[in-house]
C-alpha cells in the first residue's frame, strides 16, 4: 500500500472510532443480541459484547452490530459505506493475531480505500442496495493487510472477494426488511473468507473485478477512473452522521431542526409538511413505517418523530416509537416528491426544501444544501465524541472516555488486544 501521510491516519482514527461507537449500540439491538447469543460458540472476542465467535462469524456479527442502528459512516464518492465493510473483518483478524494497534489502523485503511475504489468505478444496479457488494473487496484488503500479504497474494484474494458480493435490495428497508442490516456482516466475512480461501489455493476469476462489477451486480465499469483512484484518499471525504436514520433523510431533518430552531411547533399544529428533494432521497417517501427500520428509511416519519419525541436517536425508532399513535398520524401528513431541478443540481449539490404549514394557515420554509457531516461541513470533534458517548456509556459507564481515547487513537496502542479487553462489558 502506498505511504499513510499523518492526517490521513489522524481521520481514519476518527473514522474507528465512530464506526466502533456504532458497533457498540449496535449489540444493544435486540437481533443483533439475538445472533450473538445463537453464533457466538466461542473463539475470538466481539468487540462490544461479551462473547466470542469463529473469525469469519466474528466478522459477521461485528458487521450486523455495525449497521444495526444506522450510525455508522458513509462516503458519496464510493456511493456506500466503506468504514464497516473494512472495519468489522479487520477487528475479527486483529483479535486473532498480535499485531499492533497501529496495524490494525493500517488495515482499516487499506480496506476502506480498496472498497471504495471499487465503489466508484462502477455503477451499481439500480434495484441493489450497496452494502455487500463492493464492500467485500474492502473486506479482504483488510485482512489480507493484516496478514502482511503482497501485492501479488493480495491482488488474489482481491478478484477472489469479487464473486463472494451479494445481491442485495435497495427496497428491503424500505419495506421493513431488516436484512439490509446483515449485507455488510456478509460482505465482512466473506471478505475474511476469500483471503484463507485463496492462501488454501483457490483461486477468482483473473481480472474479474471489472466483470463482476461492472457487468454482475454493477451495469458499468469506468477504468480510468478506477486507475485515477489510486492517488486519492477516499476516506478524507467521508461523512459522519449523528442521527440513527438514513443519510438521505437528513436534509430534511436538518431543514426541521433550523425550522424548530427558530419556534417550537407542537404535532397538533402542524397541518401538512412537503418535502421537495432529489431523486434517490425521494423514494424514502412511505408514511406508514412497518418496523424500526422502514422508518429509520422514511423522511415522513424521520421527520415526525422529531417533532413528537424531540430527537432522531435510536430511540426514536424503537418498536414502540414506530407504533407511536401521535408519530403515524403526523408522518401521514408528511408528503415527498421528487424535483427535477434538485436532482439536476447533484452531485454538487444535495439540496431539500421543507415547507410546515400550519394549522393557523401560516406555512414557514426552509432549503437545505448538504447534510452536517458532510466533508464539506464537518461535524465538530467534540460533536463526534458526545455521539460516541451516547453509544458507548449505557454499557460501560464513566469508562467510555478512556475508550473514546484508545479507539481514537489506536496508532499508541502497543497491542491491538487492548482494545478488545477494555471493549469487554
Same mark, same amino acid.
Given at each position: 500500500?502506498?505511504p499513510?501521510?499523518?492526517?490521513?491516519r489522524?481521520?481514519?482514527?476518527?473514522i474507528?472510532?465512530?464506526?466502533?461507537?456504532a458497533?457498540?449500540?449496535?449489540h444493544?439491538?435486540?437481533?443483533?443480541?439475538?445472533m450473538?447469543?445463537?453464533?457466538?460458540t466461542g473463539?475470538v472476542?466481539?468487540?462490544?459484547?461479551a462473547?466470542?465467535?469463529?473469525?469469519?462469524?466474528a466478522?459477521f456479527?461485528?458487521?450486523?452490530?455495525?449497521?444495526?442502528?444506522?450510525l455508522?459512516?458513509?462516503?458519496?464518492?464510493?456511493?456506500?459505506?466503506?468504514?464497516i465493510?473494512?472495519?468489522a473483518?479487520?477487528?475479527?483478524?486483529?483479535?486473532?493475531?498480535g499485531?499492533?494497534?497501529?496495524a490494525?489502523?493500517?488495515?482499516?485503511?487499506?480496506?476502506?480505500?480498496?472498497?471504495?475504489?471499487?465503489?466508484h468505478a462502477?455503477r451499481l444496479?439500480?434495484?441493489a442496495?450497496p452494502?455487500?457488494?463492493?464492500?467485500?473487496?474492502? /473486506?479482504?484488503?483488510?485482512?489480507?493487510?493484516?496478514r502482511g500479504?503482497?501485492?501479488?497474494r493480495?491482488?488474489?484474494?482481491l478478484?477472489?472477494?469479487?464473486?463472494l458480493?451479494?445481491a442485495?435490495?435497495?427496497?428491503?428497508?424500505?419495506?421493513?426488511g431488516s436484512?439490509?442490516n446483515?449485507y455488510?456482516?456478509?460482505?465482512?466475512?466473506n471478505?475474511?473468507?476469500a483471503?484463507?480461501?485463496a492462501?488454501a489455493?483457490?483461486?477468482g476469476?483473473?481480472?474479474?473485478?471489472?466483470?463482476?462489477?461492472g457487468?454482475?451486480?454493477?451495469e458499468?465499469w469506468?477504468?480510468?477512473?478506477?486507475?485515477a483512484?489510486?492517488?486519492?484518499?477516499?476516506?478524507l471525504?467521508s461523512f459522519?452522521?449523528?442521527?440513527?436514520?438514513?443519510?438521505?433523510?437528513?436534509?430534511?431533518?436538518?431543514?426541521i431542526?433550523?425550522?424548530?430552531?427558530?419556534?417550537?411547533?407542537?404535532?397538533? /399544529?402542524v397541518?401538512?409538511?412537503e418535502?421537495?428533494?432529489?431523486?434517490?432521497?425521494?423514494l424514502l417517501?412511505?408514511r406508514? /413505517?412497518v418496523?424500526?427500520?422502514?422508518?429509520?428509511?422514511s423522511?415522513?416519519?424521520?421527520?415526525a418523530?422529531?417533532?413528537?419525541?424531540?430527537?432522531?436517536?435510536?430511540?426514536?425508532?424503537?418498536p414502540?416509537?414506530?407504533a407511536?399513535?401521535?408519530?403515524? /398520524?403526523?408522518?401521514?401528513?408528511?408528503?415527498?416528491?421528487?424535483?427535477m431541478?434538485?436532482t439536476?443540481?447533484?452531485?454538487?449539490?444535495?439540496v431539500?426544501?421543507?415547507?410546515?404549514?400550519?394549522?393557523?394557515?401560516?406555512?414557514?420554509?426552509c432549503?437545505?444544501?448538504?447534510?452536517p457531516?458532510d466533508?464539506d461541513r464537518p461535524h465538530?470533534?467534540?460533536?463526534l465524541r458526545?455521539?460516541?458517548?451516547?453509544?458507548v456509556?449505557p454499557?460501560?459507564?464513566?469508562?467510555?472516555?478512556?475508550?473514546?481515547?484508545m479507539a481514537?487513537?489506536?496508532?499508541r496502542?502497543?497491542?491491538a488486544?487492548?482494545?478488545?479487553?477494555a471493549?469487554?462489558?
Amino acid at each position: 500500500m502506498k505511504p499513510i501521510p499523518p492526517h490521513v491516519r489522524d481521520h481514519a482514527g476518527l473514522i474507528l472510532a465512530d464506526t466502533i461507537g456504532a458497533i457498540v449500540a449496535g449489540h444493544r439491538e435486540a437481533e443483533v443480541a439475538a445472533m450473538v447469543a445463537r453464533q457466538a460458540t466461542g473463539g475470538v472476542p466481539l468487540l462490544g459484547a461479551a462473547a466470542a465467535a469463529p473469525p469469519p462469524m466474528a466478522a459477521f456479527l461485528t458487521g450486523l452490530a455495525g449497521t444495526a442502528a444506522e450510525l455508522d459512516e458513509g462516503n458519496y464518492p464510493a456511493g456506500g459505506h466503506p468504514a464497516i465493510h473494512a472495519i468489522a473483518p479487520a477487528l475479527a483478524e486483529a483479535a486473532t493475531r498480535g499485531c499492533t494497534g497501529e496495524a490494525l489502523l493500517t488495515a482499516c485503511i487499506a480496506g476502506y480505500e480498496a472498497g471504495s475504489r471499487v465503489g466508484h468505478a462502477m455503477r451499481l444496479r439500480a434495484a441493489a442496495h450497496p452494502h455487500g457488494t463492493w464492500g467485500v473487496v474492502g /473486506a479482504a484488503a483488510a485482512v489480507a493487510s493484516l496478514r502482511g500479504q503482497d501485492a501479488a497474494r493480495t491482488q488474489g484474494a482481491l478478484d477472489l472477494a469479487a464473486s463472494l458480493g451479494l445481491a442485495t435490495s435497495a427496497t428491503a428497508s424500505l419495506r421493513g426488511g431488516s436484512v439490509r442490516n446483515v449485507y455488510a456482516g456478509a460482505a465482512a466475512q466473506n471478505g475474511l473468507l476469500a483471503v484463507d480461501l485463496a492462501e488454501a489455493g483457490i483461486t477468482g476469476e483473473p481480472g474479474g473485478i471489472p466483470v463482476i462489477f461492472g457487468q454482475v451486480i454493477g451495469e458499468a465499469w469506468d477504468q480510468a477512473a478506477y486507475a485515477a483512484s489510486a492517488s486519492r484518499w477516499f476516506i478524507l471525504e467521508s461523512f459522519l452522521k449523528l442521527h440513527a436514520c438514513c443519510r438521505e433523510t437528513q436534509g430534511a431533518l436538518e431543514a426541521i431542526e433550523r425550522l424548530l430552531a427558530e419556534a417550537p411547533v407542537a404535532p397538533d /399544529a402542524v397541518a401538512a409538511i412537503e418535502v421537495e428533494t432529489f431523486a434517490s432521497a425521494s423514494l424514502l417517501s412511505e408514511r406508514a /413505517a412497518v418496523a424500526p427500520i422502514a422508518g429509520r428509511f422514511s423522511i415522513p416519519f424521520t421527520v415526525a418523530t422529531r417533532i413528537v419525541s424531540g430527537g432522531a436517536w435510536i430511540e426514536a425508532f424503537s418498536p414502540a416509537a414506530i407504533a407511536d399513535p401521535a408519530t403515524r /398520524a403526523l408522518a401521514a401528513k408528511v408528503a415527498v416528491r421528487e424535483n427535477m431541478a434538485l436532482t439536476a443540481r447533484q452531485p454538487a449539490e444535495r439540496v431539500c426544501r421543507v415547507a410546515l404549514r400550519l394549522a393557523d394557515g401560516t406555512t414557514r420554509r426552509c432549503e437545505v444544501i448538504g447534510t452536517p457531516g458532510d466533508p464539506d461541513r464537518p461535524h465538530p470533534e467534540a460533536a463526534l465524541r458526545e455521539k460516541f458517548r451516547r453509544c458507548v456509556e449505557p454499557g460501560f459507564g464513566a469508562r467510555w472516555t478512556e475508550l473514546w481515547d484508545m479507539a481514537r487513537h489506536p496508532d499508541r496502542l502497543a497491542s491491538a488486544a487492548t482494545l478488545f479487553q477494555a471493549f469487554r462489558p
